[in-house]
Each structure stands twice: as structure tokens, then as C-alpha cells.
């Protein structure tokens, strides 16, 4: 009999801003870069776990920003999970879009620090979730005519 995978998802915001010019806020490791996100809690919709885990690992408030209902990115992998004994999962990620309101300070709780990022495609960051995220944001806002100054 054939077990089905564990199925997990994590949601989370890119998080934008226009000054000092145009940038996205990505969160850094020892080796690598993240975004905020994490995994989904019971009773919780896509949105707020994503709002929930920005404001756990940057202190951003969700009234400081201007969330964007029409973009969405989704991505789904297999990984495996130390605390499911090292068994593969299914996982996907939901990648939401906010716009900062107004300058915020990021305090940072489960990364060792933070970077905003300018916005200058195309971005070779972390093959895996981010690049593929950027490259359909890039469309995204070209699509609703951003222009994106080289």
C-alpha cells in the first residue's frame, strides 16, 4: 500500500519599497537568503499566516503596508523534514506582495540579519523559490506598466 507524502505549506510576503529606490527586503542566513514566511497554523488563511510571519521575523506591521491582492506566487517541492524523521514532504510555498506605506525599522528574530535588495533584473540570488519569484514579479510589474530603470 502506497503511504501519501506529507503535505506542508508556508506562506509569506516580498516586501517592496520605492526610496530610497526601488528594493525588496530579503532576510539573511550564515550561507544563504530567505524570505519571510513560514508554515501555515490551524485555522489560518494564506494571508495571515503570511502577515503573521512578517510581523514574527521583521517586526513590520501589516498597517504599514499596501498589500497587493493580485499578485501570487506559488511554488511546490519536495524536501525533507528533520522533525518528520528526515521523511520527504511535499511542500509548497505561497509568496504574497507588499508594498511599504511609509520607512520602517525591520527587527529581525530567527535570521542573522536583513538586506534590502535593489531592484535591478535579472537577480541570481538563491536558484531555488527566490530567482523564480523575481522573475515572475519582474513580468508582474511590467505587465502593470512599472518602469523598470536600468
Given at each position: 500500500?502506497?503511504?501519501?507524502?506529507?503535505?506542508?505549506k508556508?506562506?509569506g510576503?516580498?516586501?517592496?519599497?520605492?526610496e530610497?529606490?526601488?528594493?525588496?527586503?530579503?532576510?539573511?542566513?550564515?550561507?544563504?537568503?530567505?524570505l519571510?514566511?513560514?508554515h501555515?497554523?490551524?485555522?489560518?488563511?494564506?494571508w495571515?499566516c503570511a502577515?503573521?510571519?512578517?510581523h514574527e521575523?521583521?517586526?513590520?506591521e501589516a498597517s504599514?503596508?499596501?498589500?497587493?491582492?493580485?499578485f501570487?506566487f506559488?511554488?511546490t517541492y519536495?524536501t525533507?523534514?528533520?522533525r518528520?524523521g528526515g521523511?520527504?514532504?511535499n511542500k509548497?510555498?505561497?509568496?504574497?506582495?507588499?508594498?511599504?506605506k511609509?520607512?520602517?525599522?525591520?527587527?529581525?528574530?530567527?535570521?542573522?540579519?536583513?538586506?534590502?535588495?535593489e531592484w535591478?533584473?535579472?537577480?541570481?540570488?538563491?536558484?531555488?523559490i527566490?530567482?523564480?519569484?523575481l522573475?515572475?514579479?519582474?513580468?508582474?510589474?511590467?505587465?502593470?506598466?512599472?518602469?523598470?530603470?536600468?
Amino acid at each position: 500500500m502506497a503511504t501519501t507524502m506529507r503535505q506542508m505549506k508556508s506562506c509569506g510576503i516580498i516586501v517592496m519599497r520605492t526610496e530610497p529606490q526601488l528594493s525588496f527586503l530579503l532576510m539573511q542566513k550564515p550561507n544563504s537568503y530567505d524570505l519571510p514566511k513560514g508554515h501555515i497554523e490551524a485555522g489560518e488563511d494564506e494571508w495571515s499566516c503570511a502577515l503573521r510571519e512578517l510581523h514574527e521575523e521583521t517586526g513590520i506591521e501589516a498597517s504599514t503596508l499596501h498589500l497587493d491582492e493580485e499578485f501570487r506566487f506559488t511554488d511546490t517541492y519536495q524536501t525533507r523534514y528533520k522533525r518528520f524523521g528526515g521523511k520527504k514532504v511535499n511542500k509548497t510555498v505561497v509568496i504574497f506582495l507588499a508594498w511599504l506605506k511609509q520607512e520602517v525599522n525591520v527587527k529581525v528574530s530567527e535570521h542573522s540579519s536583513f538586506a534590502w535588495v535593489e531592484w535591478n533584473p535579472p537577480h541570481a540570488i538563491q536558484k531555488k523559490i527566490i530567482d523564480p519569484l523575481l522573475q515572475q514579479l519582474e513580468g508582474y510589474l511590467l505587465e502593470k506598466g512599472f518602469k523598470i530603470i536600468m
